[in-house]
């Protein structure tokens, strides 16, 4: 992973543009409609983007400047989520606004950490090098614009993204001890399936991810 580091952040780049499109042509009705997350409207999926992009910027300039942020989110879980309540209701004009910043933002500072510093430690939900920051990104990314539910399925993930993701977490899933039958899916349904998205009826069970 860490010979490939600039094209990973090359592919969070990537993700973070095709997020734009799609939230440009988000009318300000459909930001206050659901979103296929229980409890959450598409505003509440774009300000969690940019939080989470603030997080991961917070990570990288922890890195590049040597003080190591104490955790993901400043004020830990309720703090997070009061600031996604907070935000989801903004015009939508300030939903794209604020997810393009804090993309951008945190896509630069990622792209700073050279080789040197990719080993260094961040907190994440658990400890993890900093090489790990760029692939972090990538999933929101790519896993959120399928859960605004306007057009960005699962088929559209970037096959790189889907096999990546794959390779890591089949293994996770057995870790937990799952004994079931992995089903035989093309490989974007397999990973929607792991993750807790499933694109299909009468698929086994699995517990929530991430594991």
Known sequence: MGDDYGVLVDEVHASGERLQTTLAGMAEKQAREASLLPGWTRGHVVTHLARNADAMWRFARGVLDGRPAPEMYPGGADARSSAIEEGADRPVELLRADAAFAGARATRAMGSIDAGLRDAEINWKHTVPARMIPVLRWRELEIHHVDLGLGYVPADW???FVSRTLDTELPALQATGWDGETPDLP??????????RPTREGLPAVPSWPY
């Open 187 to 196: 490989e974007a349904e397999l990973l929607a399936w792991l993750i807790g």
């Open 158 to 160: 970037p096959a790189t």
